[in-house]
């Protein structure tokens, strides 16, 4: 396995596989690799003959005031990670090697898509995730790249960027990993205390009630919502920045459940903002 | 030669050279072939084992009011053109192939580059070109793309959204052809009558007798400018939108020439905005 920190031997690692013929996968992430993202290094694994995985705290998908300077880094436990599951590259870049001075190019998905939930929130959020995953795309030229559905609408946005800009990759979407009690992984559970630990298990309670209503007969979304509330708001520590009922592929709102659909919560525990989402299926 | 208009089957024809490892060279244009683009196309096969040629009047590139309703289609001339040349693909997508109902992602330079000059006459125009170059780019995934000096602030802006996304492949500048009078080629000198395609020799001639003032000692920013300004105002039937020397890279005003400069200019001829611009070395 090779540790790369610059994006020109990244092009040369990447560049001998692609002569062999061989899938290249690539696996982006911000590090503080949990078994969520150890499953997408996994699928990459069993589906590409070379699989990078970029590792790179991204500083525009960051708004101002949130946890760009304390998100987790834990460089040397994550390339163990990588290299007990057989990754060819690693690519660890600095934000100046991303962004040298006078960088000002993005890429931007507007519209509904990016407006609504997390870019309602996290103004300018997807702008910096949507340029981050361009440039990546362009670094590694993969065949395909592995996105969790945690971030369900960090995923349809990455998608729509691919189909409407004609990028020559598959976006792979992946299964959320969850912890035994049923919290999904994400880098950001580190920020919670015991205590609030314990709280966070309200979201995936909360998507599992709605759920089990759905699948009772319910198809009343503000009624699946209310459902999902109702659980959060039982939980003193935790308090809600969206539960939100949406069709599956514009998360534009629905009414009712006739076409597949997504439950979509972000909720503060404490001081920790924690998202996460279930598939509604239609029967 | 194939004449297609899918992005797809231009995936597949493309995809058939790559295998074989050869370059592949892309020359964008809007169509209305002149000895400007064929110029681009003779240094592709040159350069290249397989040449693109695209050929889409681009909507998202012309604001409102600007020319794109009238701007020359000549698609039957064009493609005996390609044909002479011995072009491998001329890909000619329909706008709706191109921007699908609902398209909405955007490659945006941002900053002085795409502020200034045509960037201030045509809100927005940099905008389309880099999402039309970029989206071409990513379906023919050439080894180089060629573009003429003409468009030298849209060569400066592919340029730099090129540097800064890490796009992998490298944009190659070509001198600009001019008609033995010296008037730039350009798909819009068609709209010239008789007597405004005599006055438009101006552009030229004022960027001659400034480069003259130049190589006999001039160094002042303002009175270079003034000398071409003053040729430009001779000629009834002109009137400047700009005339302005700038640093070469980054477009910036200078006071005096001691790097390499560029002097810009964009002149109506009657109803007719035409652009030209002549490279100012430093001796």
Redesign the interface.
Known sequence: MKLIHT?SET?NQVLRARLRGWKIGLVPTMGALHDGHMSLVRRAKAECEFVVVSIFVNPTQFGPGEDFDKYPRTLVEDVEKCRISDVDVVFTPSASEMYPEG?????????Y?TETLEGEFRPGHFRGV??VC??LF??V?PTCAYFGQKDYQQLKVVQ??VN?????LEIVPCEIVREPDGLAMSSRNSYLSPEERKAAVVLSRALSKARAAVTEGERNAAAVQEIAEGVIRLEPLASIDYVALRDAETLQPIDRIRKPAVLLLAVRIGKTRLIDNAFIPTN
Chains 1, 2 share one sequence.
């Not at 960088?103 to 519209?111: A, C, D, I, L, R």
């Open positions: 994006i092009r960088f000002n190019s993005w890429v931007e998905v507007k519209g898509l949507t340029t361009a440039k362009n670094i030229q729509k960027m409407d800009l004609s990028m020559p």
